[in-house]
């Protein structure tokens, strides 16, 4: 019921840059809280950020001082800036809503994007 839809992936050079995007859509009161995943071949999905309703943000140590989230919640949108980016950043970035209130039914779920390639290479 509830879509994530991500863009923003793409093709960099180390050093550069790109802005991730990710908007939820559907019968949405409030999402708890929204972060970003990858996954590189061959490797464990692991969290690179996310944000609270509060604005408290996780990172992970890989990323902490060149990524940033935030998010707007009247667009029910979370950003991620990626700065200073590396070739071990390439993988494919998902994006996450936890607790998400349903405003019709008022129950709670959590969704998942399809996933945006982020490529960093020379």
């Known amino acids: 019921q509830v879509q994530l839809v991500e863009s923003g992936g793409g093709l960099v050079q180390p050093g550069g840059s790109l802005r991730l995007s990710c908007t939820a859509s559907?019968?949405?009161?409030?999402?708890?809280?929204m972060g970003w995943y990858r996954q590189a071949p061959g490797k464990q999905r692991e969290l690179v950020a996310s944000?609270?309703?509060?604005?408290?943000?996780k990172y992970a140590d890989s990323v902490k001082g060149r990524f940033t989230i935030s998010r707007d919640n009247a667009k029910n949108t979370v950003y991620l800036q990626m700065n200073s980016l590396k070739p071990e950043d390439t993988a494919v970035y998902y994006c996450?809503?936890?607790?998400?209130?349903?405003?019709?039914?008022?129950?709670?779920?959590?969704?998942w994007g399809q996933g945006t390639q982020v490529t960093v290479s020379s």
């Open positions: 944000i609270n309703t509060g604005g408290s943000t």
């Open positions: 996450n809503a936890d607790r998400i209130l349903d405003s019709i039914w008022h129950q709670f779920y959590d969704a």
């Open positions: 559907g019968s949405i009161f409030s999402i708890n809280t």
